[in-house]
């Protein structure tokens, strides 16, 4: 993998709740040349969030106390320019996407994961961030939620 070059090195916020899963993506961003801090859970990665400066946040979807979408929600109350990336291994039965999540990149926890994470890292890193609606990503928990509860 190409490192990301930066005079000072890009903090990123990393939350799942799966500690392998967690331990593999830092690994995986840590060889980009990124800075890593870690979260078990949305409350602690918006605990995190609230303390820090982060270039970007890459969260999961279901974990507990607080998923994604909602954590994605509170971040953007706080900071709608934020640089957000949900992963999920249920993006196509739910329907995930940007749109409906408030995520500025929705990625499938499928084999090709870690090469489409790194690439939407350095995309959301050589862009200027967009603000995000913060109704838009309410909307989408909504949205999301009845989904998921209707499955």
Request: net charge positive; charged share 30%.
């Amino acid at each position: 993998m190409i490192k990301i070059p930066s005079a000072q090195p890009f903090k990123i916020l990393l939350v799942d709740d799966n500690p392998d899963g967690l331990l593999v993506r830092r690994l995986l961003l840590e060889e980009l040349g990124l800075e890593v801090e870690t979260a078990l859970d949305g409350e602690e990665g918006l605990q995190r969030f609230e303390s820090g400066k982060f270039d970007v946040v890459v969260t999961d979807y279901r974990m507990p106390r607080m998923n994604g979408i909602e954590m994605i929600v509170k971040i953007r109350e706080r900071d709608a320019a934020a640089r957000i990336i949900l992963l999920s291994g249920f993006v196509e039965p739910l329907g995930l996407n940007e749109e409906n999540t408030g995520a500025d990149a929705v990625i499938a926890k499928t084999s090709s994961e870690p090469a489409t994470l790194a690439r939407s890292v350095k995309r959301l890193l050589n862009r200027a961030p967009a603000r995000k609606p913060v109704g838009a990503a309410r909307a989408a928990r909504r949205a999301v939620t009845t989904r998921a509860n209707a499955s």
